[in-house]
Every structure is written in structure tokens, then in C-alpha cells.
């Protein structure tokens, strides 16, 4: 039975982190630059990590992208004496690049000098190693990995944060479908439901298996008891 518990105990994990949603909040355009939030929530309204993204746009208004950072940001939350409130550590782990405009002369100089991939992914800049006119020009952004702030999150009941300022987007969440990938998310779903399934089925077995044998036992006992009892 202690083994049945703790199986459903872990298909309880398992869907804690298979049904979660990202959601895409997008600041307002200021000038040529605009930020975008985009959480990932689970099940239980708990946010499991937070990415920033920041784009450079050649005009006014946001109308033609230059290139866009991802900063990638896990969070570890703890939900406050209010409901629905978290109070979470935000850790950086990564920044990525991805290139627009192919007229934009900044970014000809990244596709020539860093990585000719960059108008077709994002990248990392772990894996770009450049300078331009001898100077590393992400050093700024690199130097903001691994930084940790404080952060305070709220959650609607519908699982949204409430992000002042910034307002729902219908643009897909990078992290998910452009860098993981939605592939490999379905591919973690459906491996993860199998094996619960796988774990649950033997669980059961066992335990049906041994309360199987607990009754064998005690009727063998029973008889055992009237054999004597006519002996006698």
C-alpha cells in the first residue's frame, strides 16, 4: 500500500510539471525598444520560471524588428500568508540571441563576425564568440547571468499573473516552441504519462498481489483452525 502512495505521490509530481502553461505579456512600445514577460505556470498556479525578452526595433512604434534577447530566468517561489501571492528568487541561467532585419547593419555585423545562424534561431550566447571593432558586444548581457533578484508574483484564478503595465500577447512563448521546441514538450508528456501508467500498473499488481496473499494466509489459517478443531 506505502508503494501505491508514494506512485500516486509521483504522478501528482509528474503532472505538476507536464500541465503547466506559458503565458506572453507584452510591455508597451517605447520608442524603438519593447520588453516582453513570459511565465511558465503550472496546475497549481505556482510560476515555474519567467523569461524577459528584449527587443530593438529600426522605428518608432515597434514596426520592423532588429533582433530580440531572451533572458531565461528560473524561479523558485514560495506562496505567502496571501492566496494566490508568491514570493520567488529569480536566478538568470541563460541568454539568448535571434536576429530580424537582414538590412539592419548591426545586425550584418553579428551575422558576419558572430554566428551566421542567428536569423534563423536562438542562440545562446554561451555558444557566440565575437568581437566587433575588438570589443565583445554582448558583454553586457552575458554579465547578467547567473544574477538573482527578489520577486513578488501574483496569480488570477485562472492561473495569469497580474503583471502591472504589461498586457496579454498572442505570440507563442519562445522558450517553449522556438528554443525546447514543441516536439520534444510532447515527446516529455507522452513518456511521462507512460511511465506513470507504467508505474501505477505495477503498484497495483503488488499490492493486489499481496492482499491476495494475506487472505490465502489467514483462510489457510482458518482451516487449519476447524481441522484441528474436529480432531479434537
Same mark, same amino acid.
Given at each position: 500500500?506505502?508503494?501505491?502512495? +508514494?506512485?500516486?505521490?509521483?504522478?501528482?509530481?509528474?503532472?505538476?510539471?507536464?500541465?503547466?502553461?506559458?503565458?506572453?505579456?507584452?510591455?508597451?512600445?517605447?520608442?524603438?525598444?519593447?520588453?516582453?514577460?513570459?511565465?511558465?505556470? !503550472?496546475?497549481? *498556479?505556482?510560476?515555474?520560471?519567467?523569461?524577459?525578452?528584449?527587443?530593438?526595433?529600426?522605428?518608432?512604434?515597434?514596426?520592423?524588428?532588429?533582433?530580440?534577447?531572451?533572458? +531565461?530566468?528560473?524561479?523558485?517561489?514560495?506562496?505567502?500568508?496571501?492566496?494566490?501571492?508568491?514570493?520567488?528568487?529569480?536566478?538568470?541561467?541563460?541568454?539568448?540571441?535571434?536576429?530580424?532585419?537582414?538590412?539592419?547593419?548591426?545586425?550584418?555585423?553579428?551575422?558576419? +563576425?558572430?554566428?551566421?545562424?542567428? !536569423?534563423?534561431?536562438?542562440? =545562446?550566447?554561451?555558444?557566440?564568440?565575437?568581437?566587433?571593432? *575588438?570589443?565583445?558586444?554582448?558583454?553586457?548581457?552575458?554579465?547578467?547571468? *547567473? /544574477?538573482?533578484?527578489?520577486?513578488?508574483? /501574483?496569480?488570477?484564478?485562472? !492561473?495569469?499573473?497580474?503583471?502591472?503595465?504589461?498586457?496579454?500577447?498572442?505570440?507563442?512563448?519562445?522558450? !517553449?516552441?522556438?528554443? =525546447?521546441?514543441?516536439?520534444? *514538450?510532447?515527446?516529455?508528456?507522452?513518456?511521462?504519462?507512460?511511465?506513470?501508467?507504467?508505474?501505477?500498473?505495477?503498484?497495483?499488481?503488488?499490492?493486489?498481489?499481496? +492482499?491476495?496473499? =494475506?487472505?490465502?494466509?489467514?483462510?489457510?489459517?482458518?482451516?487449519?483452525?476447524?481441522?484441528?478443531?474436529?480432531?479434537?
Amino acid at each position: 500500500m506505502l508503494r501505491y502512495i +508514494h506512485s500516486l505521490a509521483f504522478l501528482c509530481f509528474v503532472l505538476n510539471v507536464v500541465q503547466s502553461k506559458c503565458v506572453s505579456l507584452a510591455g508597451a512600445c517605447r520608442n524603438t525598444q519593447q520588453q516582453t514577460m513570459q511565465f511558465n505556470i !503550472n496546475m497549481f *498556479g505556482r510560476p515555474k520560471y519567467e523569461d524577459r525578452v528584449t527587443s530593438s526595433f529600426n522605428e518608432n512604434q515597434c514596426e520592423r524588428r532588429r533582433f530580440s534577447f531572451l533572458y +531565461h530566468n528560473i524561479l523558485s517561489c514560495k506562496e505567502t500568508s496571501t492566496k494566490r501571492v508568491y514570493n520567488c528568487t529569480s536566478t538568470t541561467k541563460s541568454v539568448w540571441l535571434k536576429a530580424f532585419d537582414m538590412t539592419d547593419y548591426t545586425v550584418k555585423q553579428y551575422l558576419e +563576425h558572430c554566428n551566421k545562424k542567428l !536569423n534563423k534561431k536562438y542562440v =545562446e550566447l554561451s555558444k557566440i564568440h565575437c568581437k566587433i571593432d *575588438g570589443v565583445d558586444p554582448f558583454a553586457m548581457e552575458r554579465a547578467t547571468v *547567473g /544574477t538573482v533578484e527578489m520577486r513578488t508574483i /501574483t496569480v488570477d484564478k485562472d !492561473n495569469f499573473p497580474q503583471y502591472p503595465e504589461y498586457f496579454p500577447e498572442k505570440d507563442s512563448c519562445i522558450w !517553449n516552441y522556438e528554443v =525546447e521546441g514543441i516536439w520534444s *514538450g510532447l515527446v516529455i508528456t507522452i513518456v511521462s504519462i507512460v511511465v506513470v501508467i507504467l508505474v501505477l500498473g505495477i503498484a497495483i499488481f503488488i499490492y493486489a498481489q499481496k +492482499h491476495r496473499s =494475506e487472505k490465502r494466509e489467514t483462510l489457510n489459517r482458518t482451516v487449519k483452525v476447524n481441522l484441528i478443531d474436529e480432531y479434537v
